[in-house]
């Protein structure tokens, strides 16, 4: 974080601060009637139902400053709440941004905040509509509620899947979990070296993957257009087993993956052998890589083959088969929830 030309937030007040933060900010969506400046929020909606998510961010739990530039976190802190409601089939529309602040925090230092916010706004499409702003005495707390809609028969629940569904997942996993892996070991090198330079080349989009993650506004989009309504859905937040095995606990089934099938980034393989990590286990367990997960009806097969950035990596059982990856060499793996655990 910066200090220079420092503006301390009680010069300003909480509402102060909310005028200046949120100003400049115009509503973009049909359905936003009344955004900030009034007691609450008005939208309308009509003929299709409303989705609504909502994130809590800690300083300490969630997020370092040390390696986190405060505008690569606004912009994360929304985009992870938009991701949840495309993992419904729907479309993020309003959020509202709740915010305790703690007394080392400036003006300036909201201000990156927000433009983070404001930038994933204007890439997704959403309004920023109210919230509110409290003091904190254990650092940046950020809370972000969104609000999005979908047709009720085009709404994805995690409890769809059956048996002999093709599972799916977009893009590439691990790359966030190596992202961390590489930041704060970094971190580490900085201690007490002045005009320390972290050696990022070669190992960008792992950095990127993990400080700005983005929805995949694009699969749901692709999977519209192919006429495929996924069985089950749910964003890799937690891990691509943590996923899988609440998708099959809420559809009564159990599942096999396939280690070979696993998508797997290129820096991320060679980060893994760097930190000399199990690069399947970081895949499975890493988490933070915001990617779709889903199941289609086996009769989707050749659809879904011709969508670009969609893996197919296994497919739905019955319950009692339970839920296990096969490794290159045929052997069977119990899958296990080791992802992120907030509370532990």
């Not at 509503?27 to 998510?53: C, E, F, H, P, W």
């Not at 779709?292 to 197919?312: A, M, Q």
């Amino acid at each position: 974080m910066s200090d220079n030309k420092e503006t301390e937030i009680s010069s300003l007040g909480e509402f102060g601060l909310i005028d200046h933060l949120t100003k400049d900010i115009n509503l973009a969506n049909s359905q936003s009637l009344k955004g900030i400046g009034d007691d609450a929020a008005v939208m309308r909606y009509s003929d299709t139902d409303v989705l609504v998510t909502t994130d809590l961010l800690l300083e300490g739990v969630h997020f370092d400053l040390t390696y986190v530039p405060l505008k690569h976190l606004g912009y994360k802190a929304a985009v992870v709440n938009f991701s949840d409601i495309y993992a419904m089939n729907g479309t993020p529309r309003q959020i509202t941004v709740s915010l305790g602040i703690s007394k080392r925090f400036t003006v300036e230092h909201m201000e990156a905040l927000y433009d983070g916010i404001r930038h994933a706004c204007a890439v997704y499409g959403v309004d920023l509509v109210g919230g509110d702003t409290t003091s904190s005495r254990q650092g940046l707390v950020i809370s972000i509620t969104c609000i999005g809609d979908a047709p009720a028969d085009k709404i994805v629940y995690r409890d769809g899947a059956k048996d002999t569904d093709l599972i799916c997942v977009s893009g590439d996993l691990g790359a966030a979990y190596m992202g961390l892996q590489l930041l704060e070991r970094e971190k580490a090198a900085s201690v007490g070296q002045k005009d320390f330079r972290p050696k990022f080349d070669g190992k960008e989009y792992l950095v990127e993957r993990q400080l700005k993650p983005e929805a995949r506004k694009d699969i749901v989009k692709a999977l519209d257009e192919a006429g495929i309504k996924p069985t089950a859905m749910m964003d890799v937040s937690d891990g691509l087993s943590s996923e899988l095995i609440h998708i099959c606990t809420q559809s009564h089934t159990g599942c096999r993956i396939y280690e070979d099938r696993i998508p797997i980034d290129y820096q991320t393989a060679i980060m893994a052998e760097e930190l000399g990590m199990n690069l399947v286990t970081a895949a499975l367990n890493g988490g933070e890589d915001y990617e779709l997960l889903f199941t289609v009806p086996l009769t989707d097969h050749e659809k879904i083959s011709k969508i670009e950035g969609v893996r197919l990596i296994g497919h739905v059982t019955k319950p009692e088969l339970g839920c296990a990856m096969i490794t290159r060499d045929g052997a069977e793996i119990p899958l296990r929830a080791q992802g992120w655990n907030p509370l532990q």
